[in-house]
C-alpha cells in the first residue's frame, strides 16, 4: 500500500482511512513516528491489555552490532 497525503499550513497530515483500517487506528488514540533506517514509520500506542501476545509467531530477532555487546 502506497499513499500520499500533503501537510497542512499547521504542520498537520490525516492519516488516510485505509491506513486508519488497516493499522485499527481509532479517533483519540496515540501514535509514534519512530525513525527507522532512514525512514519514519507510524506506529499505533497500545494499552498493556492490547499489547499482550502482540508479537506471538513474529521473528523478533534483532541482529546487533558487535559494538552494541560491550
Do not use: C, N
Not at 498537520?12 to 487506528?25: A, C, F, G, L, S
Not at 483519540?28 to 498493556?48: A, D, Y
Not at 491489555?49 to 506471538?56: L, N, P, R
Amino acid at each position: 500500500m502506497s499513499t500520499t497525503v500533503t501537510v497542512s499550513p499547521k504542520y498537520q497530515i490525516v492519516i488516510p482511512q485505509e491506513v486508519r483500517d488497516t493499522m485499527k487506528i481509532k479517533p483519540g488514540q496515540k501514535v509514534m513516528f519512530m525513525e527507522w533506517r532512514g525512514s519514519f514509520v507510524l506506529v499505533p500506542v497500545l494499552e498493556p491489555d492490547e499489547a499482550f501476545g502482540i508479537f506471538k509467531g513474529h521473528d523478533v530477532v534483532i541482529e546487533r552490532e558487535k559494538e552494541d555487546y560491550d
